[in-house]
């Protein structure tokens, strides 16, 4: 196992170290969840936004992670999808944008809210997140306008075939199946299979629509 120098007042990110968990839900706390891997329960930070879409306990889940360790040991912080990991990641980068602050914005908007904010230069929608004053929030525009701009988001409906469809809740319908254990791409499939169907275009009734249509699939 690598070894990771900390530095007080400091830490050593090794988010590599962890690339993802898969496991059963046992558990979910106050300050995150524990997921049960062959026997060995992993305590995970994840954003408030994605507890209501957890499956039942006992249940797969499977999280994309990003690893810190801290002068009190390591710190394991989970996400539904490959984009909010890398938006906590981008967050990271910030000056005085921390792991608690990233993961507080990342419970109050999507990856896709976040990016038309930084864009649109739209302090207001960062200023609700608790926590984050108005000073944080030009410093996260500024330092974030660039990156966010060119990276291509799963939130905002744009899928690997290049196809689009309603901001944001496709991405999050397809983020929610993967967080109850479904392959990316046989999320996305079924997402995509039932768009037209679904008359709200919500991201639960998308959830909804794409989880029956998979059950239909595996009992044909």
Not at 68 to 73: F, K, N
Not at 212 to 219: A, D, S, V
């Amino acid at each position: 196992m690598p070894t990771a120098l900390v530095v007080k007042g400091q830490r050593e990110e090794t988010h590599g170290m962890i690339a993802f968990l898969s496991g059963n839900l046992l558990e979910i706390q106050e300050d995150g969840i524990i997921v049960d891997v062959h026997g060995v329960g992993y305590l995970v930070r994840v954003p408030l936004s994605m507890v209501s879409l957890l499956p039942p306990k006992g249940q797969p889940v499977r999280l994309h992670t990003h690893l810190i360790w801290r002068e009190d040991g390591p710190a394991l912080f989970g996400f539904s999808s490959r984009v909010e990991l890398e938006t906590f990641r981008s967050l990271l980068n910030v000056a005085g944008v921390g792991p608690r602050a990233a993961l507080a914005i990342l419970s109050t908007v999507t990856p896709g809210t976040l990016r038309r904010a930084v864009v649109e230069e739209n302090e207001n929608i960062l200023t609700a997140v608790p926590g984050i004053g108005k000073k944080t929030a030009r410093r996260i525009i500024l330092e974030l306008k660039d990156k966010l701009a060119d990276m291509v988001f799963e939130a905002d409906g744009t899928d690997d075939t290049g196809e689009t469809g309603t901001p944001g809740n496709e991405g999050e319908a397809v983020a929610a199946l993967v967080a109850l254990g479904y392959a990316q791409m046989e999320a996305r499939r079924a997402v995509r299979q039932v768009r037209q169907q679904a008359a709200s275009g919500s991201t639960e009734e998308l959830l909804r629509s794409a989880l029956q249509w998979l059950g239909r699939q595996k009992n044909a």
